[in-house]
């Protein structure tokens, strides 16, 4: 029967080997970090360097080892990505091992110091500066990933090789440049940036589509069509946005009652199984018998059921009152449109008179 509770908190970092931190483990889990170590190093001394740091890290989640650290640093070093590597090798440096840690892990913290110091002076840097882009916002990427603003106009380590630096004006065409890196070098690499083009006036501004005719010299005609525009409710958007919520608070209220009663159900399956000691260390005891086994399994199961039902309805309820609030607030908020249709008016000023309108 698969336990309920979690397992204590226990003192080893490499599975029976005690230094000093403290992990949640299980022999289950002892035995898939040698597993999965012993796979990872397989991986490495056969050139698959990315299977090894996938396992050796699967192998680190599990069970904490300066030996899985160090496979992984110089995978890590086989692969280029000498700016992991080095990070790595760091954690490595400084932790701080007990007089009492085995000696593979001792051996590990000499090796990664050693390496390191290899590894280090191999690190190149690369400064990106743009050149006319004082006061707009830009993205920058460097090899697809985004590049912090904190980090454009100073050196930053990076990784020897070829790397593609994208930069996207607002209004314009992304513009690509790329570059290549040798061991340690330190390069600039400036990026000129054009203006972005000019946002066209908008119609009210221009005064495009209006026609107007005065009977005084230089006489301006008061501004704006005759009369306000009028409002007009989406009925179907604010319907379905109540209907939506409405459905969602439902969903949310069905999903807590289920997931109350699955923790209740679930409680009573522990009680049981406390009281009859059918998970007790040294065996099942005496009243644990298959018919109160099969019944704590029942109740496992309804439980399981009952809390996957609330957590399907809470999320489902959710989404629906998220989605339905944002309905009602955007057609509140919505703005009047203005008229689109033709009109014309006469207009008196003290110099003359005259006709203005819209077309």
């Given at each position: 029967?698969?336990?309920?509770?979690?397992?204590?908190?226990?003192?080893?970092?490499f599975?029976l080997?005690?230094?000093?931190?403290?992990?949640?483990?299980?022999?289950?889990?002892?035995a898939a970090?040698?597993?999965l170590a012993?796979?990872?190093?397989e991986?490495?001394?056969?050139g698959?360097?990315?299977e090894?740091?996938?396992?050796?890290?699967r192998?680190?989640?599990?069970?904490?080892?300066?030996?899985?650290?160090l496979?992984i640093?110089?995978?890590?070093t086989?692969?280029?990505?000498?700016?992991?590597a080095?990070?790595?090798?760091?954690r490595i440096v400084r932790?701080?091992?007990?007089?009492?840690?085995?000696?593979?892990f001792?051996?590990?913290?000499?090796?990664?110091?050693?390496?390191?110091?290899?590894?280090?002076?191999?690190?190149?840097s690369?400064?990106?500066?743009?050149?006319g882009?004082?006061g707009r916002?830009?993205v920058v990427?460097?090899?697809?990933?985004?590049?912090?603003?904190a980090?454009?106009?100073?050196?930053r380590?990076?990784?020897?090789?070829?790397?593609?630096?994208?930069?996207?004006p607002?209004?314009l065409?992304?513009?690509?440049?790329?570059v290549t890196l040798?061991?340690?070098e330190?390069?600039?690499?400036?990026i000129?940036?054009?203006?972005?083009?000019?946002?066209p006036?908008?119609?009210d501004?221009s005064?495009?589509?209006q026609?107007?005719?005065?009977?005084?010299?230089?006489?301006i005609?008061?501004e704006?069509p005759?009369?306000?525009?009028?409002?007009?409710?989406?009925v179907?958007?604010?319907?379905?946005?109540?209907?939506?919520?409405?459905?969602?608070?439902?969903?949310?209220?069905?999903?807590?009652v289920?997931?109350?009663?699955?923790g209740?159900?679930?409680?009573?399956?522990n009680?049981?199984?406390d009281?009859y000691?059918?998970?007790?260390q040294?065996?099942?005891?005496?009243?644990?018998?298959?018919?109160?086994?099969?019944?704590?399994?029942?109740?496992d199961?309804d439980a399981?059921?009952?809390?996957?039902t609330?957590?399907?309805?809470?999320?489902?309820?959710?989404?629906?009152?998220?989605?339905?609030?944002?309905l009602?607030?955007?057609?509140l908020?919505?703005?009047?449109e203005?008229?689109?249709?033709?009109?014309?008016?006469?207009y008196?000023?003290p110099?003359?008179?005259?006709?203005?309108?819209?077309?």
């Open positions: 029967m698969l336990l309920r509770r979690c397992v204590p908190f226990a003192a080893a970092l599975l080997l005690p230094t000093g931190e403290v992990l949640a483990q299980s022999d289950q889990d002892r970090a040698r597993s012993t796979q990872g190093a991986a490495f001394t056969s698959r360097f990315d090894a740091i996938d396992l050796l890290g192998a680190e989640a599990l069970v904490h080892a300066p030996t899985h650290l496979l640093a110089r995978s890590q086989r692969l280029g990505r000498l700016v992991a080095k990070e790595t090798y760091l932790e701080e091992l007990p007089p009492t840690a085995p000696s593979p001792k051996k590990a913290q000499q090796d990664a110091r050693e390496e390191l110091a290899a590894v280090d002076p191999r690190i190149a690369l400064r990106i500066a743009l050149e882009a004082a916002k830009i990427k460097l090899d697809g990933q985004p590049v912090a603003d980090l454009l106009g100073v050196h380590p990076i990784d020897p090789g070829n790397h593609v630096v994208t930069v996207y607002p209004g065409s992304p513009i690509e440049q790329a040798g061991d340690g330190r390069k600039e690499l400036k000129p940036v054009p203006e972005s083009p000019a946002m006036p908008s119609p501004a005064g495009e589509g026609g107007t005719w005065s009977s005084g010299p230089g006489e005609p008061p704006g005759p009369g306000k525009p009028e409002r007009k409710t989406n179907l958007m604010l319907g379905g946005g109540i209907a939506a919520a409405a459905l969602g608070l439902g969903g949310v209220v069905v999903g807590s289920f997931l109350a009663k699955g209740s159900t679930q409680q009573k399956a009680d049981m199984s009281t000691r059918c998970e007790s040294a065996g099942p005891g005496a009243g644990c018998g298959p018919l109160i086994q099969q019944k704590i399994k029942q109740l199961a399981a059921d009952q809390q996957t609330g957590a399907i309805n809470l999320i489902a309820g959710g989404v629906l009152l998220v989605g339905g609030a944002t009602i607030v955007l057609e908020t919505s703005k009047p203005p008229s689109s249709s033709a009109w014309v008016a006469p008196v000023t110099t003359g008179l005259g006709v203005r309108g819209a077309f």
